[in-house]
């Protein structure tokens, strides 16, 4: 064991925090490969209040900025708009993850105007200069396990008034046998000047598509991608030292290029350090009487748990 107990805390607290918000786990599909294990049966009444999304969205040492479930919209357009906005105009990368279904609400114009109107206000914002990311995107999954969400997407660019805005950000998700329609779809995407990131989900270890893809993820497995044998087993941790922990817990935010910590919030009130195999390293209650925590606070003591829990 390399560092203190203090030491390692220390470390821990002056990271960058990403911060996940996982708004609801009901969605109005039930995809083979969720590892949310989200679908209509689950209520949408346990969700994150957008009130603590604001309190955490500003908080001092925040990263970059994930809005997902579930599904987000199915919590109301007010809901989708505040979450949105909020998370956005603190400044911080933002990304939406939504299936788009939507597109066939009544007030699916509304929902396109949000992204839309974010779109345009952070057009000139580059975050990350290097990977020329923009300040706010939309992730829609698209191919054979997410429903019909290839027409949904395309869907939605018919509701953009402006279908050539290239300050759009449009990431992908697909499975790794998807590649071929993923990529025709980001061809289609790019001809109406979208800039389009191709993420795509590796199934099979042996998968002869990784070297074409521009980034790539897992499915972890989990929920319901467990249940249905999708994706990988994610390697035991293998935690003995000081050192192996804080690369575990390190290990999701380096693609960034910062010392980073990934908090996922969770729609039951509990706040989770996590690594990229999805660990749960240690976890909490974020409020105390109701009351938000700091998040400096709360980074501590997951740091604490995740010792104690760990190196015990
Ligand atoms: S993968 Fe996404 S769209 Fe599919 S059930 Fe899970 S949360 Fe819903």
Not at 107 to 127: C, E, G, M, R, T
Not at 128 to 147: M, P, R, W, Y
Request: charged share 25%; with cysteine.
């Amino acid at each position: 064991m390399s560092l203190t107990k203090n030491d390692f805390i220390s470390k821990i607290k002056a990271c960058t925090v990403h911060l996940t918000f996982d708004t609801t786990f009901h969605c109005n599909m039930e995809c083979p490969i969720c590892i949310a294990n989200a679908g209509p049966k689950i209520s949408k009444d346990k969700n994150i209040p957008t009130k603590d999304m604001e309190y955490y969205a500003n908080q001092p040492n925040i990263g970059n900025i994930l809005i997902t479930g579930g599904e987000v919209s199915t919590l109301g357009l007010d809901y989708f708009r505040d979450a949105a906005f909020i998370c956005a105009d603190s400044g911080h990368q933002t990304v939406i993850k939504t299936n788009a279904k939507w597109v066939r609400e009544e007030n699916a114009a509304d929902y396109a105007d949000v992204i839309y109107q974010l779109s345009k206000k952070y057009n000139d914002i580059q975050i990350l200069e290097k990977t020329k990311f923009a300040n706010f995107g939309v992730d829609i999954s698209v191919g054979k396990d997410h429903e019909n969400s290839n027409e949904y997407a395309l869907e939605f660019l018919t509701l953009l008034p402006d279908k050539n805005s290239k300050s759009f950000e449009y990431n992908l998700h697909f499975v790794a046998s998807d590649y071929a329609e993923a990529r025709n779809f980001q061809r289609n995407l790019e001809s109406y000047g979208m800039r389009v990131n191709l993420k795509g989900y590796i199934v099979s270890p042996g998968c002869n598509v990784f070297g074409k893809i521009t980034q790539l993820e897992r499915i972890i497995k989990l929920g319901r991608a467990r249940i249905n044998n999708i994706g990988e087993t994610p390697a035991p941790l293998a935690i003995k030292t000081t050192d192996d922990l804080l690369n575990q817990i390190m290990d999701r935010g380096r693609d960034t290029g910062k010392e980073s910590v990934c908090l996922d919030f969770y729609p039951n009130g509990f706040v989770y350090l996590i690594d990229c195999d999805m660990n749960f390293l240690a976890g909490m209650r974020y409020k105390e009487n109701n009351v938000p925590m700091d998040l400096e606070q709360i980074v501590i003591r997951l740091a604490e748990n995740a010792y104690a829990k760990h190196l015990r």
